[in-house]
């Protein structure tokens, strides 16, 4: 059998990683002089707990090879035939080049395929739950690859921020910093572009921010194979997944920010993942 690992910024719900048997390797998350492993020690809930409270903005931490290596190890002793690993965009995280060390060392053992998902959140999550589905059928690991590499090519990610000032304090705002200026009284339109995060639009009020995902959604309708709903403890979630899944005919993953997203995009952010065909 050909297993499925990931790291800990795909954002997939932990239920749904243990019901396609996908691996998550955990990144770090430093708050000041507290360092917790992502989702074992730090759960989502407790995360944005203490991101709304606190003064210092957290920062993260790629896992090391050493911690690849080991799971690498402990699922071929569990007898898997060849391990396909996508991580979070290697403009955005060391976690590739960890994964990709990893890999050489214990190279001849199984075959293992490291991918670079040049996206980060669900936008890394529906490529794994892709992935980890083909496996499951028992396809041989070139196959599981191609699949891999088919969804990420078709898997795009829109969000709408409450503010920039998370992405701009974290250093990862890139281009968008040009596109939005000095404008803060405004709802960016974010996307990501060659594994970075680009500008997409700007409304000024978060009505409109959601409308603009609502009216994606709604223009590409049944060319939709998967989709994920994905904020940052929104209070309206409830209503706008509603409202989103009155467009498709499929469900949608509904999930809570993780902290390596949540750390950099801020509360109130709500954002889609969908895969085309």
């Known amino acids: 059998m050909i297993r499925v690992v990931t790291d800990s910024s795909c954002d997939i719900p932990q239920n749904l990683a243990e019901e396609r048997s996908i691996d998550i390797v955990p990144l770090t998350i430093r708050f000041g002089d507290d360092e917790y492993v992502d989702r074992q020690e730090l759960t989502t809930a407790m995360f944005w707990d203490r991101l709304v409270t606190t003064d210092h903005l957290p920062e993260t931490a790629a896992p090391s090879a050493g911690l690849f290596e080991e799971r690498y190890e402990t699922l071929i002793d ?10 979070i965009s290697s403009k955005l995280s060391a976690t590739y080049q960890s994964a990709v060390i990893a890999a050489e060392r214990i190279s001849g053992r199984v075959p293992i395929r490291v ?30 690859v191609a699949r891999a590499g088919e969804a990420i090519a078709g898997t795009t990610v829109i969000a709408a921020l409450d503010t920039l000032d998370y992405l701009r304090r974290g250093g990862r705002i890139g281009s968008t910093q040009a596109f939005f200026g000095s404008l803060l009284n405004i709802k960016p339109l974010i996307t990501l572009d060659d594994g970075v995060v680009a500008p997409l639009g700007r409304v000024r009020t978060r009505s ?4 603009a995902l609502e009216e994606r959604i709604a223009a590409l309708g049944p060319s939709i194979l998967a989709a994920a709903l994905f904020h940052g403890a929104a209070p309206d979630i409830a209503r706008i997944v509603e409202s989103m899944e009155g467009h498709l005919e499929i469900p949608i993953i509904e999930t809570l920010l993780g902290a ?4 950099h995009t801020g509360p ?9 065909s």
């Not at 390596?260 to 750390?263: A, E, L, N, Q, S």
């Open 115 to 144: 991918i670079d998902s040049h996206s980060v959140g669900m936008g890394l999550g529906l490529p794994v739950l892709e992935a980890a589905g083909t496996a499951s059928k028992g396809a041989p690991i070139d196959e599981v």
């Open 78 to 87: 569990d007898g898997a035939t060849g391990i396909v690993v996508l991580t």
């Open 208 to 211: 409109k921010a959601i409308a």
């Open 268 to 276: 109130g952010m709500v954002g889609i993942a969908y895969l085309t």
């Open 260 to 263: 390596v997203v949540g750390t």
